[in-house]
């Protein structure tokens, strides 16, 4: 089932990005882009049904409710990104994709680490709440493992972001390359 949403997925990303940028149909387009949280609730609905029918936490069941974090999280910054580059590099067509430097990039960062934080919140509880419904510590943990290591990926992602105020991404001079 994993399989099977992760290619609708990318089928919803890629037919979405044709539909607006190539067929010029805006909201087929974001008729596919929306059903991006949608395969991402069946997934985890699968993966809740999966275990309250017996079955062992996999590291497969826990990315679920990660999709969903990170879909809700994301998504609408994850479309505007791809976006921005399958109109510039595919269609070519609007401004080259912005790259950020010194402050502007922190700041830019900082979001997404705000995001991130989004998206661990939401995935958090999904996790925790299955732990909880589950009630049986063998058969989810998993789903504890994964939680604990996204909390130091969360850690790790904060002093990333906080170092891009301490020292700026400077603007790589040609030359260097």
């Not at 934080?117 to 504890?144: H, N, P």
């Not at 990333?160 to 603007?171: D, Q």
Request: charged share 20%; proline share 2%.
């Amino acid at each position: 089932m994993i399989v099977i949403c992760e290619a609708a997925f990318w089928a919803a990303v890629i037919f979405g990005l044709a539909a607006r940028y190539i067929f010029r149909r805006q909201k087929l387009g974001m008729f596919f882009f929306a059903l991006i949280p949608l395969l991402d609730a069946v997934l985890f609905l699968a993966a809740a049904a999966d275990l309250y029918r017996g079955a062992a936490a996999t590291m497969a069941h826990a990315v679920a409710a990660i999709y969903i974090g990170v879909s809700v999280a994301f998504g609408k910054s994850m479309i505007q990104w791809a976006d921005e580059r399958f109109r510039y590099y595919v269609v070519k067509e609007g401004a080259k994709p912005v790259k950020r430097y010194g402050l502007d990039y922190a700041k830019h960062y900082a979001k997404g680490w705000g995001r991130h934080v989004l998206a661990f919140v939401i995935g958090g509880v999904l996790l925790a709440g299955t732990v909880f419904l589950i009630q049986d510590a063998s058969r989810t943990e998993a789903l504890s493992v994964l939680l604990k290591g996204w909390s130091v990926v969360l850690c790790i992602d904060f002093l990333i972001m906080a170092s891009f105020f301490v020292m700026p991404k400077k603007r790589r001079n040609s030359r260097e390359l």
